[in-house]
């Protein structure tokens, strides 16, 4: 299955309405200023207590039927997917391992085999669920926040 574009760019900035002022309000940089029905994407710079940044790019194709993937990068953008770019406390594999990253689950190259992609709006036994862009950015944000820097 997958969304049309035009489907996914509605969804996305219906949400972002939202997580725009929560990053703002918490101090993070979020790009969307690329993001039309050819590429959907965005970007946040996210932070840890001591300062040390972490680049994040969501690429939400086919929201919200599925999560967006969601990868570290550099700060131009030209390198992605290393341990180093990881916040440390993240999964080894290196994986923001939580239902709300495509990344996470075994099809995409990740751990979880245990869940389906269609599932991924619900409760965890870790947790409630995450249904939105905002719930997920602060979510991670939380998680950055106490890292204690960088992984690998």
Do not use: Q
């Not at 770019?85 to 190259?109: D, I, Q």
Request: charged content about 20%.
């Amino acid at each position: 299955m997958s969304v049309e574009p035009a489907v996914s760019l509605d969804a996305i900035t219906t949400e972002l309405a939202d997580a725009v002022p929560y990053a703002a309000s918490a101090g993070l940089a979020l790009d969307a200023s690329a993001l039309g029905e050819g590429d959907l994407r965005f970007y946040i710079t996210f932070h840890n207590r001591a300062g040390v940044k972490f680049y994040a790019e969501f690429d939400c194709r086919d929201y919200p039927l599925y999560p967006p993937t969601i990868e570290f990068t550099n700060e131009t953008r030209t390198a992605r997917g290393i341990p180093s770019l990881y916040p440390g406390g993240f999964h080894p594999t290196p994986c923001v391992c939580m239902r709300y990253n495509r990344k996470a689950y075994t099809e995409r190259g990740g751990p979880h085999g245990d869940w389906r992609l269609v599932d991924w709006h619900l409760a965890t036994p870790g947790g409630g669920p995450i249904e939105t862009l905002a719930m997920i950015i602060s979510d991670m944000h939380t998680k950055i926040l106490d890292s204690p820097g960088r992984m690998g």
